[in-house]
């Protein structure tokens, strides 16, 4: 009997050259690339590293729907504990738990083979997060530096490695984070002339983590199909890829909803062809993500928006004026490399819907498309002020790299220091639920009684239930004047997530059963602010009932110095920000509630 193989797919990748008569060339220098230093993959491995464990010890959830839609399932398949959101109804099935599963699979062993807490299972989670990321960076920039050669390719890694934008998705538990990281490996890839590896990346991305990332291989279809003249070989490899991913994702969630379901169907279905789709939760204007990418990448930005004119114009100038042009040979024309962040832009910056998270998968795009940028603006430089010499270009232009790259640094810096020193609080105020817990002199409640602790209007600050100290320990919400729909309970395992919950919609519109009564609560965790109202009362100020027992500061946006807030600046943050209190606060008075899991224990007695 013959061995089992893989579909018939040449084994020896298509050779990394330009189709035959193709005239794509890179401007480069008349002395050799060699004169132009970059890092080793050793040495730029352990500098991603150490900027990723950063963002996963560091980083805030910037995105209550990280909390909601991905750390409470995992939470419960982990602990039978977490909340549902209306996308994970068997209803509507838009999001996948095969993508749980798989940040399931090392958070479990790390639980149980180190007998870790809830809290360290969630860092652990977040640095092997950081840890692939830091991985798929090193592949990118090793494509990059084959591609572009070795001053883009260096520049790319240290717009990496500074850039606020790659700090906060890098340890992000989304999708579009791990789209993200295919993206890099897809372009990495790419650029080294691994073509298969380029497909099945892009395919994991889309089906794995959001179906729309699939925009962003649109250039290495178009490079496959029409320049190299490859259908058959991409189409295998397309086929192949939905063998490998689409068939076990299609199996996990399955399972988990009790009946066929295809989520990544599920997620363009609603987004494309329902009346409403995810406009219901808010829109923004066009100015939304250029001010975004200006906070994350700030002057990287500008490069990466102007980079096709400005290297269309450098590349015209240098061919006329028949200097710094030996015609060395490249993989992909540039444009095609620098259209995929275009695409993006195109198909995101329009949509009325606007999230900080949609342009993760850009992210190391606009990396790159700015090192192509600057290092075109160098050789032009260079050729105006030195072009009599026989130099390396960066060797009269390392100035302007170095001049950007600390520009890039500072404010990057600033930015990092607004956003742990402004918003961190909640992760570290929740931390303190532990110790408390422990703590008889504060916590004196009765060691196995349930334990409500509630919140009302900060209830999209929550970081998660991994949090909460043990198992008697339940989150609650409280009426607040937000309007919208609330996640609620899962039902207990093993079915709960094949259980169609009530009181469920996909319009956004409240659900009262989400609430509980405030004399249910034993703690209630809040933001104390100037105002207040009849469903947001100032508990500080109701001593009779509440008690704080911890508090930290936390900056007030609306009553901060707008530039001030955004970027932090020693003593001038201090001077011209607001800051108020994060408090937790105790009842004084005994609730009258039971809680849930206590009434199906007595059932089950």
């Not at 592949?139 to 050669?149: E, I, L, N």
């Not at 397309?238 to 909803?257: G, H, K, R």
């Not at 114009?313 to 030996?326: A, F, M, Y």
């Not at 997530?497 to 004399?519: C, G, K, W």
Request: hydrophobic letters at 45%.
């Amino acid at each position: 009997m013959a061995a089992t193989t893989r579909p018939r797919i040449k084994a020896a990748r298509l050779k990394a050259q330009p189709p035959s008569g193709s005239t794509d060339t890179v401007t480069e220098s008349v002395e050799s690339d060699m004169s132009c230093w970059t890092p080793g993959a050793y040495t730029a491995f352990k500098a991603y590293l150490s900027a990723r464990f950063c963002s996963a010890l560091m980083n805030n959830i910037h995105d209550c729907d990280e909390t909601y839609n991905y750390w409470e399932p995992l939470h419960y398949l982990m602990f039978g504990e977490g909340f549902q959101t209306w996308e994970y109804s068997p209803v509507y099935a838009i999001r996948s738990y095969a993508y749980i599963v798989l940040h399931a699979i090392p958070a479990v062993f790390h639980r149980y083979a180190l007998n870790a807490n809830k809290i360290l299972v969630f860092y652990f989670l977040r640095c092997l997060l950081g840890f692939c990321c830091a991985i798929c960076d090193v592949y990118f920039y090793r494509g990059v530096c084959k591609q572009f050669g070795p001053n883009i390719g260096r520049l790319t890694l240290v717009f990496q490695l500074l850039s606020v934008g790659l700090f906060i998705s890098s340890s992000a538990f989304l999708p579009s984070s791990f789209t993200m990281y295919m993206t890099m490996l897809a372009y990495g890839a790419w650029f080294s002339g691994s073509y298969h590896i380029s497909i099945l990346a892009v395919a994991a991305g889309a089906l794995i983590g959001w179906p729309f990332s699939a925009v962003l291989g649109i250039p290495i279809a178009y490079d496959l199909i029409v320049r190299r003249k490859q259908l058959p070989y991409f189409t295998q490899w397309c086929l192949f890829s939905l063998a490998v991913f689409l068939v076990p994702i299609v199996m996990v969630d399955s399972y988990f909803y009790g009946k066929l379901v295809i989520a990544p169907w599920n997620i363009v279905s609603y987004n494309i062809f329902t009346n409403h789709g995810p406009d219901l939760y808010g829109v923004a204007p066009w100015t939304y993500y250029f001010l975004n990418g200006f906070l994350n990448f700030n002057v990287v930005f500008v490069l990466a928006v102007v980079s096709l004119p400005v290297v269309l114009i450098c590349d015209k100038l240098l061919r006329v004026s028949g200097k710094l042009t030996t015609g060395v040979k490249c993989t992909v024309p540039v444009w095609l490399t620098l259209s995929g962040m275009y695409l993006w832009i195109l198909v995101f910056f329009t949509q009325p819907h606007k999230e900080e998270r949609f342009l993760f998968p850009m992210y190391p795009l606009i990396s790159m498309c700015a090192a192509v940028c600057l290092a075109n603006i160098q050789k032009v430089v260079h050729l105006v002020f030195s072009g009599h010499r026989l130099l390396h270009y960066t060797r009269s232009t390392n100035w302007l790299a170095v001049v950007v790259s600390v520009v890039l640094g500072v404010l990057s810096l600033s930015r990092c220091s607004a956003l742990f020193h402004g918003y961190h609080t909640p992760l570290d105020l929740y931390v303190e639920l532990e110790q408390l817990s422990t703590d008889p002199k504060i916590h004196t409640f009765p060691a196995d009684s349930p334990v409500n602790v509630c919140v009302g209007k900060e209830w999209y600050r929550y970081p998660s239930s991994f949090f909460l100290p043990e198992d008697n320990w339940r989150f609650e919400f409280i009426k607040s004047d937000f309007r919208g729909q609330l996640p609620k309970h899962y039902e207990p395992l093993p079915d709960g997530t094949a259980l169609i919950p009530s009181h469920m919609n996909d319009l956004n519109q409240e659900e009262p059963s989400r609430y509980v009564d405030v004399s249910k609560c034993h703690y209630i965790i809040d933001l104390h602010t100037p105002w207040s109202s009849d469903l947001e009362p100032d508990f500080t100020a109701d001593s009779d009932n509440w008690i704080v027992i911890e508090r930290k500061s936390f900056l007030i946006s609306t009553l901060s110095h707008p530039i001030l807030r955004a970027f932090y600046v020693p003593w001038l943050s201090e001077t011209y920000n607001t800051y108020s209190d994060y408090v937790i606060l105790k009842s004084r008075t005994k609730p009258n509630s039971v809680h849930p899991s206590s009434r199906r224990k007595q059932k089950l007695q």
